[in-house]
């Protein structure tokens, strides 16, 4: 075995608490082709982590090693179920639960070792090592801008699809992630001749569409309550000042003697109610008019309980909203 002069990636992440972008995707891409070279002898290495990842001093060489725990994809022991082998903050889910795996899980890893590489630390820990393997099966990482806030999104997309729990959802093979790592490393370097591949130019995360949705949200919230404020500091006219009425109670005859009216009588004296009473007649067809105070009234009123309704539902989705997704 030859002796290389080099340090571990661990050690490196424990004294720099984060990787310059250009290292991070150069690391990540000489990962990915020793693992891709691996499976395609048939090896899961099973242990993908810092500790188990060289760099040689001054060179860009990066060096997988401590193949230990690997096996042939077809051998029985893969396949065995109970059986759990590797380092606990950058297992599999299938390898925390001791399922059948195959080369998916190690690109599992490969996710963990680069958000390691943009943080400083595993994306899932816990005090103890069952505590470890729990979140990793069901629980999320932190998200990594909340730890390094300069880390691009399209960094963010690749890892977070490295780390999906169903290894389906992942990549299909480690070629694949180095082919993208190095279209993204070419557009750190030279951004305006190398654009980012297609996949990562519109996406948007699983985080981005919640935010985006509370805040729509908080838009409609507002905006029914400026309508709500603004319809009630307005006042119906007074339906006693329209001209029609006074010209209905201004003279004992109707306007238009030929209409149907309605027969109905006022005491003449406000103050009396024992006092004779004078008769007067109103059209039929303008009748209405002697309600429409009360009719605007109630349809003001039903409108104010539709908008208080709707009002109320959509804060109570708010409150949803953010108890479900923060």
């Known amino acids: 075995m030859p002796y290389v002069e080099c340090e571990s990636l ?41 500790a188990n990842i060289l760099l040689e001093e001054d060179t860009d060489r ?16 893969l396949t065995r179920s109970g059986v759990i082998a590797g380092t606990p903050q950058y297992m599999s889910p299938e390898q925390a639960k001791g399922e059948a795996i195959d080369h998916r899980t190690d690109l599992f890893s490969l996710g963990s070792v680069l958000y390691a590489m943009c943080t400083g630390h595993p994306p899932f820990r816990a005090e103890t090592t069952m505590g470890v393997l ?15 806030a300069t880390i691009p999104e399209w960094l ?64 409609c919230v507002c905006v029914l309550l400026t309508l ?14 329209d001209a ?5 109670f201004g003279s004992p005859e109707a306007p238009n003697s030929g209409a149907l009216s309605t027969e109905y009588s006022v005491p003449s004296s406000q103050g009396d109610r024992s006092s004779p009473t004078t008769e007067y007649s ?10 429409s105070g009360q009719a605007a009234a109630d349809a003001d009123s039903v409108w104010y309980d539709g908008i208080e309704a ?12 953010e108890a479900t997704d923060f």
């Open 244 to 248: 029609s009425d006074t010209r209905a």
């Open 156 to 219: 963010i997309a690749i890892i977070d699809k490295l780390l999906e729990k169903a290894s389906v959802d992942r990549y299909e093979n480690a070629g694949e992630v180095g082919a993208l790592l190095e279209d993204c490393l070419a557009h750190v370097q030279h951004p305006t001749s190398a654009p980012l591949p297609a996949s990562l130019q519109t996406r948007r995360t699983g985080r981005d569409w919640k935010v985006f949705r509370l805040g729509a949200a908080v838009c």
């Open 134 to 148: 729990r979140r990793i099966c069901d629980g999320t990482s932190i998200p990594l801008r909340e730890s390094n």
């Open 228 to 241: 709500l404020l603004a319809s009630r500091n307005t006042v119906p006219d007074d339906p006693s000042d």
């Open 62 to 77: 990066v060096l997988l090693t401590d193949f230990g725990l690997a096996r042939a994809i077809d051998d029985a022991a």
């Open 310 to 321: 709707d009002f109320y539902e959509i804060e109570f989705n708010l409150l949803r909203i």
């Open 10 to 50: 661990q050690e490196r992440v424990d004294r720099e608490e984060g990787l310059p972008l250009e290292d991070i995707l150069r690391i990540g891409i000489e990962v990915a082709r020793g693992l891709a070279a691996a499976h395609d002898q048939g090896l899961v290495h099973r242990d993908v982590k810092p």
């Open 282 to 291: 109103v059209p039929r067809d303008q009748s209405h008019v002697l309600n």
